[in-house]
């Protein structure tokens, strides 16, 4: 049988330096195509969690699985190979200041080689979607935060990454703006069958999007619901305002379309 585990923790410790361990003892699978909110307190080791399945931090214990592959002793290339297939957004937007908005949200493209005709077509639809085209050729900093947030979220998604990470993505974004990026969180999950790790305190959101939550509390990881059960389910938008603009199932429509060619570049 073919096994669909996309993540898999096996007693997983996580420390910095020297200091007492932030994760102890984690073990969990995640199936593909999963759909995942985190929650815990700040401080709890939410974001450390998700540097461990992006291989920005080494776990001091334990067994990490990607795709079925142990990466505790991969090579530097091995994690750059890995990492082509997810994308993470950071709470602190990481995005480039010496490039435009095009620029930094084409730099995954560019990195894998896809022809710039290509590229054009594909960020412009992407920050059109998102809100922010007539800021293409802008600096990052004359930006807000929430806009430079979708900024970074545009340059994750672009990719159609196997496996999203995402740390508080809407945290800086008002409720109009939140409902857009979860709408297009959802239909990546639905129709690419991206696996997603939403990092969130909004009580309010997971209320709404009724997905499976990952909690982290006392260096521990627990979930709220049986790891086992990944099915995602539609989510029931409460009275919360909604996002009026482009369909996402229509962008994801005339975006997959395109998407073949980024393997074939």
């Known amino acids: 049988?073919?096994?669909?585990?996309?993540?898999?923790?096996?007693?997983?410790?996580?420390?910095?330096?020297?200091?007492?361990?932030?994760?102890?003892?984690?073990?969990?699978?995640?199936?593909?195509?999963?759909?995942?909110?985190?929650?815990?307190?700040?401080?709890?080791?939410?974001?450390?969690?998700?540097?461990?399945i992006y291989q920005l931090h080494k776990p001091c214990r334990g067994q990490i699985k990607l795709f079925g592959r142990v990466t505790n002793d991969m090579t530097r290339d091995e994690i750059a190979q890995l990492r082509h297939k997810m994308a993470i957004v950071f709470q602190e937007y990481s995005l480039l200041s010496h490039m435009s908005v095009f620029d930094n949200v084409a730099l995954p493209l560019r990195v894998r080689g896809l022809a710039e005709a290509k590229i054009k077509k594909l960020v412009l639809k992407v920050l059109e979607w998102v809100g922010l085209a007539k800021y293409a050729d802008a600096n990052p900093k004359t930006l807000s935060g929430g806009q430079q947030q979708r900024v970074s979220v545009a340059r994750a998604i672009i990719i159609q990454p196997a496996i999203l990470l995402a740390d508080e993505p809407t945290g800086n974004l008002d409720d109009e703006n939140a409902s857009r990026l979860m709408e297009l969180f959802?239909?990546?999950?639905?129709?690419?069958?991206?696996?997603?790790?939403?990092?969130?305190?909004?009580?309010?959101?997971?209320?709404?999007?009724?997905?499976?939550?990952?909690?982290?509390?006392?260096?521990?990881?627990?979930?709220?619901?049986s790891p086992g059960d990944n099915k995602t389910t539609t989510p029931h938008p409460t009275t919360q305002k909604v996002w009026r603009g482009p369909k996402p199932q229509n962008y994801f429509t005339e975006l997959s379309k395109q998407f073949d060619d980024i393997g074939n570049a």
């Open 1 to 52: 049988m073919e096994d669909n585990t996309a993540i898999s923790f096996a007693n997983v410790g996580a420390r910095y330096d020297n200091a007492r361990e932030v994760l102890s003892d984690v073990s969990f699978n995640i199936s593909a195509g999963a759909f995942y909110f985190l929650s815990g307190a700040s401080g709890a080791g939410k974001t450390t969690l998700l540097r461990l």
């Open 186 to 225: 959802v239909q990546m999950n639905k129709t690419f069958g991206t696996t997603i790790i939403l990092a969130t305190h909004s009580t309010k959101l997971m209320e709404t999007y009724k997905f499976p939550v990952i909690h982290v509390e006392n260096h521990r990881v627990n979930f709220v619901t």
